[in-house]
């Protein structure tokens, strides 16, 4: 497929950027527990991946360095992890070596998915396509290579955050507590300061609708910050959570855990496609 401009320039940031990611991505294959995002909350308090998934076929969309493949091959799923950018699978394809757990790692884009229809139980992406690619194109891709009922989760960036992120030379300014772009028709950044790489948020209200107009019922969307314990949920059947059992720093110097008491730094859908 002819490539965007905004994923040349991703593919490329992501070339320079694999060699930071290489030691996080061995803690995490190393690791049997799970953690999650920025504040790295555990698994048991998120409860992102089925707990069994001996015999499923699992996708996870902009594995980078293939971490969370691992932990869902752990689990027993047949795993295939997707990404555009070699070095970031070069890594990967390494760690699967070390490990040998079988899973397949691909080269290719979320917004154009080389798998049939309807061929996998469960996809997940942590700040892979969730935050790279086009939402109006990665989303119904997914929702074509699920089976129905069968769930979708991602995580990326709370659209507060964004809203909050200083539009400044120095990428590791802090979040501010005044808001710095405008949250109605958030959509498209273009991160000028660093390598130029385009990240993709939207409104609530957006995510909602895309969502359902590909098929899929909101089960849960967490909103996740760093201050210590504090936790209120929903009964709705579309609920909304906010979950701060974190710990209390970040490797990312924008993540203030101070501004992340307050405020939710990220967010995760699960999702779960029409039968």
């Not at 061995?26 to 069994?52: A, C, F, M, N």
Request: charged share 25%.
């Amino acid at each position: 497929m002819a490539l965007e401009d905004y994923q040349i320039l991703n593919r490329e940031a992501w070339q320079k950027f694999a060699q930071e990611y290489i030691e996080p991505a061995e803690r995490g294959w190393k690791s049997v527990d799970p953690h999650w995002g920025i504040w790295q909350i555990p698994e048991t308090k998120l409860e992102l991946l089925p707990y069994d998934l001996k015999g499923k076929k699992c996708v996870e969309i902009g594995c980078g360095a293939g971490y969370v493949s691992s932990w869902m091959a752990r689990r027993g799923a047949e795993v295939v992890g997707i990404d555009p950018t070699p070095n970031q699978l070069e890594t990967a394809r390494s760690l699967e070596k070390q490990y040998q757990l079988g899973i397949e790692f691909v080269e290719g884009f979320g917004e154009k998915l080389p798998f049939p229809d309807s061929c996998f139980d469960f996809a997940i992406s942590e700040y892979g396509a969730s935050l790279w690619a086009n939402p109006y194109e990665w989303i119904p891709e997914a929702a074509r290579v699920l089976k129905p009922g069968s769930q979708l989760v991602f995580m990326t960036n709370h659209a507060f955050a964004i809203c909050c992120l200083p539009d400044e030379e120095d990428e590791n300014a802090p979040l501010s507590e005044q808001l710095q772009r405008p949250y109605l028709g958030l959509f498209k950044n273009k991160w000028e300061f660093s390598l130029d790489e385009v990240e993709f948020h939207l409104p609530h209200g957006d995510w909602i609708k895309l969502l359902r107009d590909n098929g899929f019922v909101i089960e849960r969307l967490l909103e996740l910050g760093a201050s210590p314990e504090s936790r209120s949920s929903s009964k709705a059947i579309e609920a909304a959570e906010t979950i701060t059992l974190c710990t209390p720093s970040s490797r990312y110097g924008w993540a203030d855990a101070e501004w992340a008491s307050k405020w939710p730094t990220e967010e995760v859908w699960c999702v779960r496609l029409c039968n």
